[in-house]
């Protein structure tokens, strides 16, 4: 079958900002916020400020609530309604008692209402129609028809939703006993373009036909149960509505969802406001975050993500690592640690820009990747020990050198103001034969190929010559760096380990054969296919796990591309296959751009690379590692399951990538809540067990995940032909 390529053109990538106070005004004072086309204002219920490019001015005059109705701007000042154009404050009219809401009529009629009554506005005057029940908040217009035939209503927290009526004009109250409405504390109403009225109250959402027909809107499947504090609809028909869980949007007739974390500094969204151009801007108990948008393609944000890997991630020689954050959020504020696996990611990165080189020819791809590989062959180099490779070094500028376990750090013989860590694993490993393989086709010249082959030869011939193990300085081998035959078929306490462990070394036996052309490794292959059922091992290597541990899943799907793209025999390649298939069949529930294009890349089957370009859209652009709430989603299913052995219950789909923890792809895509536990029990209707999941430690907005987790599936996918430019 021929592949296709899946072009998937622009889409919508969404970015946030958070006001704080180093942005001049006290984020938690602010009680209101408009748009005024695309400038926003603000007001902490006394004071207006405008907010542009990241800094706040404070503005002349006293302003308590804003309202932005048909493209205008209006202000609550004192007891008066004043139009902001510009900065500029001018007051229209004077009431006995302050503004508390405008609405404009689909003729164009305005109304509004103080603490105490309803006005229209005729012949530029505003006049008294009628008194309010005690503690209204809101109103809604639709029309103004004939006199006496309006349609008004309005909302109060005490006595509920309520419809103007009659010659005499009175309050026709709409309650719960003997309506659809579900509670009596209304806190904002909207009318659609179809003159449907939305009604968001502490129970949920609304819809009123303006008769007798009611839609409970918390029978949409994904509409949380919670409070609906505000609601924006724009002319468009695209509909916000600010809660007790976050923001949530319909458009397009689908539900999405802006929560805690990655978007809000709190789930409880009390004020939100919508620009001309779709910028969301919502006031939470912490703060404003300012939510906009624009249209990319996946080259646009590969680009990003090339660049946010130089300016934040590149360590030392080029080592790829995580970010660690002094303050919430800010990148700029971070540094870089020594991780214990620098070989692995610095291989999945050097990887990506091999891909990247192959698929377009950049020399900044192919610089990327010769830093990155030359790190890596020093990790092999540093420890003295033929073949044996180090997990990381530092160097005496690092705060943290001299310390750590010092059986396992070791100063470096011939320079010491370096250290290196041992006890290294077949994780490292799997980074770096994947890395020199590809490096080796698609990017080395001669001289390179030359050295390449030299060090995967030191390491395999290490291996091999120690039992199938490494072998630290110490003469011990490591822990986890196993591949002896006798252990993994025989052992055990290494049956997890089995598959994956013969996938490893069957992959680096092939990897070392293609760069060296040595057959005692093709030797060394097939004895351990022919005595010890390697390849055996290998038709399942996965163990289904409830979806529980993942840490192999990424070794997996790293070590199976060599493997079966340097296995010549046809035979052998399709028991490989077996495995990949498998494994591909049980994880493609998580939707995740690595897997689904390895399998893609290495099969001629469906590797839905659909949805693999719709996860790296819906990645963040920051890749912090953002407290994580989505208990309280009604589109959710939680699995029980992980009980069974002895692990919390998680996820049973993953939800969408922009409302999931980040991880790399050896973490759990399927946490509910993480570093959200102060909000677990905000909305009474869904703090169950469930609710309550304590999730994965670290997600606190003080650490980012590596970009490698955009880049390698990105540029695979490109240099295969599974996705386009």
């Given at each position: ?543 289904e796990d409830c979806h529980i541990a993942h840490i192999d899943d990424q070794l997996d799907f790293t070590n199976i591309y060599p493997l079966i793209t340097y296995t010549e025999n046809e035979a052998q390649r399709e028991i490989f296959k077996m495995g990949l298939t498998h494994h591909f069949d049980y994880e493609k529930i998580e939707r995740s751009p690595f897997f689904n294009i390895v399998y893609g890349a290495l099969t001629n089957q469906s590797c839905d690379i659909e949805n693999a370009a719709k996860s790296l859209s819906e990645m963040n652009l ?104």
């Amino acid at each position: 079958m021929k592949k296709s390529t899946l072009y998937l053109g622009e889409f919508k990538q969404y970015d946030k900002k958070f006001i704080t106070a180093e942005n001049g005004i006290n984020p938690e004072s602010v009680c209101d916020v408009a748009f005024e086309g695309e400038v926003l204002y603000l007001t902490n219920g006394e004071s207006l400020f405008q907010y542009d490019n990241g800094s706040v001015k404070k503005l002349t005059g006293r302003v308590s609530k804003l309202f932005s109705k048909k493209g205008k701007l209006y202000g609550a000042v004192g007891n008066s309604l004043a139009e902001i154009k510009k900065g500029k404050i001018k007051k229209i009219a004077d009431f006995d008692c302050p503004v508390v809401d405008i609405s404009i009529g689909f003729d164009g009629s305005l109304w509004l209402i103080t603490e105490n009554d309803l006005y229209l506005l005729k012949d530029n005057e505003f006049e008294q129609v009628v008194e309010l029940p005690s503690e209204t908040v809101c109103l809604a217009a639709l029309n103004n028809k004939t006199k006496y035939g309006e349609t008004v209503y309005v909302g109060s927290t005490v006595e509920g939703l309520l419809s103007m009526k009659g010659k005499r004009r009175h309050w026709a109250e709409l309650l719960p006993d003997n309506t659809g409405v579900m509670s009596k504390k209304i806190n904002c109403l909207q009318i659609d373009a179809l003159g449907h009225l939305w009604v968001g109250s502490d129970e949920g959402l609304n819809i009123y036909d303006g008769k007798n027909y009611w839609f409970n809107g918390n029978d949409f499947y994904s509409v949380p149960d919670g409070s609906f504090n505000d609601m924006y609809f724009a002319p468009d028909g695209k509909k916000y509505f600010a809660t007790t869980t976050g923001i949530i949007t319909l458009i397009e007739g689908k539900i999405s969802y802006f929560s805690y974390g990655a978007w809000l500094m709190h789930p409880t969204v009390t004020k939100l406001a919508v620009s001309d151009n779709g910028t969301i801007a919502a006031v939470t108990p912490r703060g404003v975050s300012v939510i906009t948008h624009k249209y990319m393609t996946l080259a646009e944000k590969a680009e990003h993500f090339d660049k946010l890997t130089e300016k934040y991630f590149m360590r030392n020689e080029g080592y790829h690592v995580d970010r660690i954050l002094r303050k919430y959020g800010d990148l700029d504020s971070g540094w870089l640690p020594n991780s214990d696996n620098d070989g692995l990611f610095t291989g999945l990165y050097c990887a990506s820009q091999c891909f990247r080189y192959k698929a377009t020819g950049s020399p900044e791809a192919k610089a990327n990747a010769k830093r990155a590989v030359e790190a890596m062959i020093k990790l092999t180099e540093v420890t003295g020990k033929s073949g044996f490779t180090a997990r990381a070094t530092r160097y005496s500028d690092d705060p943290d050198f001299g310390k750590g376990n010092r059986e396992e750090w070791h100063i470096c013989k011939d320079n010491p103001d370096c250290e290196w860590l041992g006890e290294t694993s077949s994780d490292e490993m799997t980074g770096h034969y994947f890395a020199y393989g590809l490096y080796f086709d698609l990017v080395a010249d001669k001289k390179e190929k030359k050295k390449i082959a030299e060090v995967v030869k030191k390491i395999t011939d290490h291996i091999i010559e120690n039992n199938f193990h490494l072998c630290d300085v110490d003469g011990v081998p490591t822990t986890w760096a196993n591949w002896e035959p006798e252990l993994l078929n025989n052992d055990d306490r290494w049956f997890f380990e089995r598959g994956t462990n013969s996938l490893e070394i069957l992959s680096f036996l092939k990897t070392t054969y293609h760069v060296t052309g040595d057959e005692k490794y093709n030797e060394v292959f097939d004895m351990l296919i022919e005595k010890y059922h390697y390849a055996m091992n290998c038709m399942q290597y996965k163990c289904e796990d409830c979806h529980i541990a993942h840490i192999d899943d990424q070794l997996d799907f790293t070590n199976i591309y060599p493997l079966i793209t340097y296995t010549e025999n046809e035979a052998q390649r399709e028991i490989f296959k077996m495995g990949l298939t498998h494994h591909f069949d049980y994880e493609k529930i998580e939707r995740s751009p690595f897997f689904n294009i390895v399998y893609g890349a290495l099969t001629n089957q469906s590797c839905d690379i659909e949805n693999a370009a719709k996860s790296l859209s819906e990645m963040n652009l920051d890749l912090v590692v953002w407290p994580t709430y989505n208990s309280y989603r009604k589109d959710i299913v939680i699995d029980y399951s992980p009980e069974e052995l002895g692990c919390a219950p998680q996820l049973k789909y993953p939800v969408e990538y922009s409302s999931r923890l980040i991880v790399n792809y050896d973490g759990n895509q399927f946490v509910c809540d993480s570093g959200a536990e102060e909000f677990v029990s905000i909305n009474k209707k869904s703090a169950n067990r469930a609710a309550a999941l304590p999730g994965t430690d670290g997600a606190n907005g003080m650490r980012t995940v590596m970009p490698y987790i955009y880049l390698l599936p990105y540029w695979m996918g490109r240099a295969h032909g599974l996705l386009g430019d």
